[in-house]
């Protein structure tokens, strides 16, 4: 189930891009890489703001729906 924002835009629900990125994961790197990966990620206490921030420090909103609305 999606949820419906301005503009036509549909957002996936938390728990299905978590599932999918989990899948993803282990197809690139395999169930071994997949699950140091997450144990190290999941585990530790992680500042989202300052990873948003480093990621994506000079792009807009406009910019990342773009680049959302372009795939």
Known sequence: MCKAVKNNVTLPIGGQVITEAVQTII?????????????????????????????????????VYAAIKAK
């Open 27 to 63: 197809e690139r790197m395999g169930i071994t890489k997949a699950a140091v990966f997450l144990r190290e990620t999941m585990s530790q206490p992680t500042d989202y703001l300052a990873l948003k921030e480093k990621l994506f420090a000079k792009t807009s909103a406009a910019d």
